[in-house]
């Protein structure tokens, strides 16, 4: 079985994501997309909170499995037998990033790849962290994420401001 692995915060899962999974589905048994809990990091959703609004966007795609992991991404993909990790290219900005992390994914499993697919041409701008700050200062971002995503922006963005209030 060909097993793939699609890491990342999704803090939160947007439609470029979305496009991604949709396309490389198609070349995977199985696709793990795996969460990354990283206590070093302030996310908006918690890891179960961003994995179950990354369940509930793929209910249309039978082979997807979202987990949540910590560490090494190396030490998990190892874990799950997988032969590729898959990650999303947007513009050249993000190249030299995730160049350096499929190196560093290489040495440390020789005999993974690392595949990268280009998201659709409507979402090069659209990142995880631009749909928070344009939905939590009251921006539209309906056609970047899924409808449950955007309800959890909505929620966020009311305890945010009864938080101020209270
Ligand atoms: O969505 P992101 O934030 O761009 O995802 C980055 C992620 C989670 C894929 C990356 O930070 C990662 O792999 N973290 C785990 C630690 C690790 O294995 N780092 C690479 C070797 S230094």
């Not at 939160?12 to 949709?22: F, Y």
């Amino acid at each position: 079985m060909k097993l793939a692995v699609y890491p990342g915060s999704f803090d939160p899962v947007t439609n470029g994501h979305i496009d991604i999974l949709e396309r490389t589905s198609k070349l995977f048994d199985k696709i793990v997309v795996a969460v990354i809990h990283n206590v070093s990091k302030q996310a908006l959703f918690t890891p179960q909170e961003r994995a179950d609004l990354i369940r509930e966007s793929t209910k249309h795609l039978p082979n997807i499995e979202v987990e949540c992991f910590s560490g090494l991404l190396a030490d998990y993909v190892s874990g799950k037998h997988a032969c590729a990790i898959i990650r999303g290219l947007r513009t050249v900005i993000d190249f030299e990033y995730e160049m350096q992390m499929a190196m560093w994914n290489r040495v440390l499993i020789p005999n993974l790849e690392t595949i990268f697919v280009m998201s659709d041409s409507k979402y090069t701008f659209v990142s995880s962290s631009g749909v928070k700050e344009a939905a939590l200062l009251g921006g539209n971002v309906s056609s970047l994420v899924p409808e449950v995503v955007e309800r959890g922006l909505l929620a966020k963005l009311t305890i945010i401001r009864q938080n101020k209030e209270g």
